[in-house]
């Protein structure tokens, strides 16, 4: 789990870093916002491997138009990861696949300067996620017990942002891994979430999730005043995250976020869009199986809001 975590969180990092100064020559003036991983996965590899460790792969990737192109990904603990696999949207197939040292590929001057490009780029986002979570530790606003460790579970998908209300000192918090408990089991409320995601592209674990309130709460009454005391730091990790779309569950999450709206009841905003900084917010009922409208109410907005993100 922990490489997993690793691996996703450096994949954030690297989405949000990738640009057309450190995409390959030869296809850099085809490289665009929409295809961000396009030449660039020698560089990313080699990242991977400072992070991580492991070997580097190199393969020829041979398309149905007979055309071939070099490509590398990482593999470590006996696991392949590819984080520029993305960048073919036709069949391919991998042939004369080979372990290549580092020094390789950083032979290549051109590699070697989009390599050390990428990499400062890479560093400066981490670096700001801990500074985050730095942040987090000595924030004294509502004078409570902080989080040691998990505050963002990296889901491999990350255009989409689930937002919790609070955290427990149980669950995600003793795992790392959003909605495991302790047993290694499903809670209910995931189990509900993985219900209403069976007809969508993506399970409940490629979903990135956080809580809004960083603290464990000691009064449920003051939920709202410990959520907006939070929202600056929440505002810091949406600005690094930059999801796409943001599904807020139940009314403290929902309210922080859309205070402006001053709306009396959950169900005025549920399955509507809104904007959040550069994202968009889609409200849903809290997943919570003690709630008729955890599945019943929700399933609709899965359906047809939601789904069309996947």
């Known amino acids: 789990m922990r490489i997993n975590q690793e691996i996703n969180k450096i994949n954030y990092a690297l989405i949000n870093s990738w640009c057309k100064e450190t995409s390959y020559e030869l296809v850099k003036d085809n490289w665009s916002l929409k295809n961000k991983s396009l030449g660039q996965c020698a560089i990313t590899s080699l990242i991977i491997q400072d992070y991580l460790g492991g070997d580097i792969v190199f393969a020829e990737t041979i398309f149905d138009n007979s055309s071939v192109i070099n490509h590398y990904w990482n593999f470590i603990d006996n696991i392949d990861y590819d984080l520029t696999i993305q960048q073919f949207t036709s069949n391919y197939k991998f042939i004369n696949k080979k372990i290549v040292s580092r020094n390789t590929l950083l032979g290549n001057l051109d590699t070697l300067k989009r390599y050390q490009i990428l990499k400062e780029k890479v560093d400066n986002y981490l670096l700001e996620l801990n500074n985050i979570e730095l942040l987090i530790q000595k924030c004294k606003l509502c004078d409570l017990e902080k989080i040691n460790g998990y505050n963002i579970y990296f889901g491999s998908n990350t255009k989409i942002l689930m937002i919790g209300e609070a955290p427990a000192k149980n669950g995600w918090r003793i795992t790392g891994k959003a909605w495991i408990n302790e047993q290694n089991k499903v809670i209910p409320s995931g189990k509900i979430l993985e219900k209403l995601l069976i007809n969508t592209s993506v399970s409940l674990f490629d979903i990135s999730f956080i809580e809004l309130i960083k ?96």
């Open 215 to 310: 603290c464990f709460p000691t009064d449920r009454k003051n939920l709202k005043n410990y959520a907006s005391n939070c929202l600056y730091i929440f505002d810091k990790q949406i600005e690094l995250l930059k999801p796409e779309l943001i599904i807020t569950l139940g009314e403290i999450p929902t309210k922080a976020l859309l205070k402006e709206l001053n709306f009396k009841k959950l169900s005025d905003v549920t399955g509507k869009e809104f904007k959040y900084r550069n994202s968009t917010i889609i409200p849903i009922f809290h997943p919570s199986p003690i709630s008729p409208k955890s599945y019943n109410d929700n399933k609709p907005i899965f359906d047809n809001v939601i789904s069309k993100y996947f």
